[in-house]
């Protein structure tokens, strides 16, 4: 499952992706300790899967939250794909 | 004052906005005797609705407001549905807890989010062939992908702004007084498509709108330009998650033929119809969702 988290406002799209089929693979879940505002968790979903999410608190601004990870030029790596060694975390922005 | 003696300040202020409450039950159905009696508790932001199953099949419903109080709402509503059934609270083997208030639902064996309850709930009313269906509810926007057993592939819920929500519908059919059930069938008869107004925010199109009327548009060509915004802001969250047929709408704008029309043109596809009341898709998914986990208990007590 591909759990969109996020919002689409006047200012754009911002959602953050995580693919439950492969995140659900993870047994380390390095998104949670990675993020440096802590905006990862970790779940058992409506389907009795133990998955990563973003936290309730943090879905309305995570194009504010994130912008510590995401200068305007030479951005680097962000951490919570870096961590994320299945490859499940992907950002619209 | 005395120059004001006599005049009629304020006539009786109409909430256009306001929507027929109601419940219904199966009359034909039995429920003394069934095995499996489950129960779905959708607490929205705008509505709750309670939906009661007997062995999987829709046995009773209610729908109505959502109060202040989300506990009380779903009391309420739960006490409405049972109305005239002779069934008693004790007597329902699961509740289900879904949607914005789901936490709140005092009487819930558990709860389940309203992104898993719509889509099982679609594919119950729509038929498995379903695997896109947008929830435009109260305050929010759903737009989910499911498989044929009704399990959620890929969502999206738009929930920080009420463009493209039922709230918005509202404001509309308030500021140019007509009902809101009247809002759909009004913005069709107009004679040419008028372009639309702001999609990005309910408050700048709402200003849009009394700017249109000053300059002389009928209250049904605005209302025409504000379902197609709606329709409009709807298709940037489909494009997304992506629409694969068959489709199909749940939520109290399903109601809307203005917005689902227009919908259908910008998708070029035809949305599905359904016999059950859109309305109730969340809270009849959580019935189902009951269903599958007394059985599943049941299973493991033998």
Redesign the interface.
Known sequence: ????YG????SG?F?ITIDTDLCIECSHHGCVDACPVGMFEIIVD??DDKVAAIKEEHR?KVKYDCSACKPVSDRPPLPCVEACTPGAITH?W | MSRLKGIKMTEEKKEFWRWKEYNWHDEAKDWKGVETITAGVDVGSVSSQVVIMLDGELYAYSNMRTGSDSPDSARKAMSWALEDTGMTLDDIHYIVGTGYGRVNVPFSNRA??E??CHARGGNMMYGSTVRTILDMGGQDCKAI?CDERG???????????AAGTGRGMEVFADLLAVSIEDVGEQSLDVEEEPPPVSS??VVFAKSEATSLLREGWSKKKVLAAYCSAMAHRVV??LE??GVEKDFAITGGIAKNIGVIKRLEKELNLTSLKSNYDTQIAGALGAAL?GKTLIEKQRMKAK
């Open positions: 499952m591909k759990a969109n919002y689409l406002d006047g799209e959602f409506d389907y309305k619209s | 389940i989010t992104i898993a992908r399990k959620v592939s890929n969502f999206l819920m738009n929930d920080k702004c990005t925010c940037t969250l997304r998650v969702f």
